[in-house]
């Protein structure tokens, strides 16, 4: 039997995983597939240690990307293929996807017996928390940020959501009082997703930290000085001038190549209960670009697990089952001596959550890459 031909476009923690799962899968039962995994970026980032590598000397680079190919080079050139390219459209009568390559004007059609999409999200100020555009665009702006926070006295931080608290408690925890940092939430309490008793104890934290936190305050905008501190504008019509300033709430699925039909009024790609965009077959969404959960690495990694298993299954003529949604919840540490969190309703012991993200697991990034992780 010829070789099911699948593409996976996206190549952080949804499709690299995806990807291994599904040929170390196939290898046992003895399934021909061949993956072609796309992504406009060389190198996986784990971007899960953002806030600390803001930090300047804290996680080098190497820590934090990893060859994406590299990972990979275990499987032989008729199993795999990796393309560092970015999805131009999806025809999906026709069962193509159309791609631009990285670094040249050239334009390259494939055609996909399956195909996975998971090309996750985008900050919306293009702030390096998340990949912008290349592995080598995004090493510039995080370096570039870290520089200037070096450098200021005082930060702003604008959305308090578990990335801006994490990033507030790492720079008050490494400054002390030497820089003057101030977290801005726009809503009634900072992590407003979160059971009240991790709020709670969120906020305290912070203040030991002696960060400042604003609550019901909203960013209308921002205007740099060509030479001197930003002007923050902030509902109410008051301002806060600050050197460094950081949104972090936000982000944006990237799907401009998906026909709207299949995307939500945010530009989420709109599944089923098994994963498939909505009306179509053999093509199915997962991570952050899709619609189902919050994009969040734990929900990633579940869905990973759950396509591979139902691709083998489809591929076996077998029965695949409906995906059951994750347990919600957070982990979060405030500094590196502290943190707290919740899984459902539950609030998870904060020495707990403080020893099992104390590395902010980069030791996972090696074994995610390789797929010695799955």
């Known amino acids: 039997m010829a070789a099911k031909n699948i593409i996976i476009l996206g190549a952080s923690f949804s499709g690299v995983s995806t990807a291994h799962r599904i040929l170390k899968q196939a290898g046992k039962a003895g399934t021909a597939v061949k993956i072609t995994l796309v992504s406009p970026n060389s190198h996986f980032y784990w971007n899960i240690a953002i806030p600390r590598a803001l930090l300047s000397g804290q996680i080098p680079d190497e820590k934090i990307f990893q060859s994406i190919a590299d990972g990979f080079k275990q499987y032989p050139p008729g199993q795999f293929e990796f393309i560092v390219a970015s999805a131009k459209s999806l025809d999906v009568e026709g069962k193509k996807v159309e791609l631009d390559i990285l670094g040249s004007a050239s334009v390259r059609t494939l055609d996909y017996d399956f195909l996975i999409i998971a090309t996750g999200s985008s900050t ?67 992590l407003e997703n979160a059971i009240p008793s991790v709020s709670k104890t969120a906020t305290q934290l912070l203040q030991n930290l002696h960060v400042e936190i604003r609550l019901n305050t909203k960013v ?107 347990t919600r919840g957070m982990g979060l540490t405030v500094g590196k001596k502290a943190g707290t969190g919740h899984l459902g309703s539950v609030k998870l012991p904060g020495f707990l959550v403080t020893m099992l993200r104390k590395n902010l697991f980069l030791d996972n990034l090696g074994p995610t890459v390789t797929g010695s992780a799955f």
């Open 220 to 326: 209308d905008g921002s205007v740099q000085a060509a030479d001197g501190p930003q002007t923050i504008s902030l509902s109410g019509g008051k301002t806060l001038s600050a050197d460094v300033y950081i949104p972090t709430f936000g982000v944006i699925p990237n799907s401009s190549y998906i026909p709207n039909k299949y995307v939500n009024a945010n530009g989420f790609v709109i599944v089923d209960d098994y994963l498939k965009i909505k009306g179509l077959e053999d093509v199915w969404a997962i991570g952050d670009v899709s619609d189902r959960e919050p994009p969040q690495f734990m929900f990633a990694d579940k869905q990973a697990t759950y396509l591979a298993k139902n691709v083998l299954l489809i591929l076996s003529k077998k029965a695949t089952l409906p995906y059951k949604d994750g």
């Open 124 to 190: 919306k100020e293009e702030t390096p928390f998340k990949t912008v555009t290349s592995t080598e665009t995004t090493k510039d702006r995080l370096h570039a940020l870290q520089a200037e926070l070096k450098k200021a006295k005082t930060i702003v931080i604008a959305g308090a959501g578990p990335t801006g608290v994490e990033i507030a408690g790492e720079l008050a925890f490494e400054h002390g009082q030497q820089k003057k940092i101030i977290l801005l939430a726009s809503g009634p309490t900072i």
